[in-house]
C-alpha cells in the first residue's frame, strides 16, 4: 500500500489506515476474537497505522491493540492516541499534571514506553491556542513518554490555531464527501507547515457505505442511534452532523458515481486520498472483510480524482448551506 509521511512525524504511514473506535464502544458490541481478527486483516492488507483513544471503551481499544503488537513485536505499526475526554472539558483540566496520568494509562493500554502520537481529543476551543498546553506538550516530549503530538478538532478554526504552532506533527478532522470545508484552508495551511492530516468519519457514519435505508435500526449503544442530535457529544461525530434522510438520499447520489467492480465505500475513502495533503485516512471495521475491502481503497486513488467534480456538486446540492458554517 502507499505510504505517506504523517506531518512533522517523519513517520511513513499508509494511506489507509484503521480508526478502532469500533473495537472499543458505541457501535454495538465486538467481541475480543472479533477486534484481534480485525486487527490481524487490516495489517494483512499493508495497514501500518492505527488509531484510537484513551475512551473508547475506557481503554479496551488501546488494550486490545497492546495485547495485539505484544503478540506480534515484529510487526511496525505507527499507533496514535488520543486524550482529553476523561474529565469535564473545561480548558484548565487540560493541565501537565493530567496529561502525565493520562499518558501513564495509554502507555499501560499499549505496552510502550513511549507513545507514538497523542492527540489532544477535541478539547474546549481555547485549548488550542493556549501556550501553556503546548509547553505542557513540548515537556512530555522532552520527557520521552511521548514522541509526537497533534490534535483531533470538530471545527476548522480549531486546526487553522493548532497548525500554526511549531511542533504540532498531525491534525486528525472530520473529512469525507458529505464534509468538504477542510479543502478550503485547513489542507493548504497542513501542507505549507509540513503538518499530516488524518481524516476521521469517512464514511459520515456509514453513510457513505451505501448500506443503510430509512428502515435500518441501529443498536441501543450504537452512537448512530443516542447521538442524532448531539445529545452525548458533537452532533458532527454522528453521520457529519447531516440530518440522516438527507443523507440517505444523497448517499445514493454518491452511489452512482461509483463504476462495477468498486464498493460505494472504496470510492468514499478514495476520494479521501486524492485530495492533496491527506496523510491518511482511519475508516472503522467491525469485522475482517470490512478491514480488507477499506484497504482495497488504496487501489482506486484515480477514481477519486475523477469523481471530484461531482462530489463537490453533492455537497453543494445537499450540504453546503447548513454544514458549511457550522464547523
Known sequence: MEQRTLGRTGRPVSVVGLGTWQL?????????????????????AGVTFFDTADVYGDGRSEATI????????????????KMGRRVDQ????????????????????????????????????AVYSSDEVYDA???????????????SVERTDEALAAIARGNTA???????AFRLKPLDEVLPAATAAGVGIIARVP???????????????????????????????????????????TGLQAALDFADLVPEGVTTAQAALAW???????????PGARNPEQARANAAAADHTGLGAEISTAVAGIYDRYFR???????
Open 137 to 151: 506538550l513540548d515537556t512530555l516530549v522532552g520527557d520521552g513518554v511521548i514522541k509526537n503530538y497533534g490534535v
Open 321 to 327: 448551506a447548513t454544514v458549511h458554517p457550522k464547523w
Open 90 to 125: 473545561t480548558p484548565e483540566n487540560y493541565s501537565l499534571a493530567n496529561f502525565r496520568q493520562w499518558i501513564d494509562r495509554s502507555r499501560t493500554n499499549l505496552g510502550v514506553d513511549a507513545l507514538d502520537l497523542v492527540q489532544l481529543h477535541c478539547p474546549p476551543t
Open 272 to 282: 479521501i486520498i486524492a485530495q492533496d495533503g491527506v496523510s491518511t485516512v482511519i
Open 203 to 245: 464514511l459520515a457514519s456509514g453513510l457513505l457505505s451505501g448500506k443503510y435505508t430509512k428502515d435500518t435500526a441501529f443498536a441501543e449503544n450504537d452512537h448512530r442511534n443516542y447521538n442524532r442530535n448531539g445529545d452525548a457529544f458533537d452532533v458532527g461525530e454522528t453521520f457529519s452532523g447531516v440530518d440522516y434522510e
Open 170 to 176: 498531525s491534525v486528525q478532522i472530520i473529512l469525507n
Open 66 to 81: 497492546g495485547s495485539f503488537l505484544a503478540d506480534n513485536p515484529d510487526l511496525d505499526i505507527f499507533v496514535g492516541t
Open 24 to 44: 472499543g464502544s458505541d457501535w454495538g458490541e465486538v467481541e475480543d476474537k472479533d477486534a484481534i481478527a480485525v486487527l490481524d486483516a487490516a495489517v494483512e
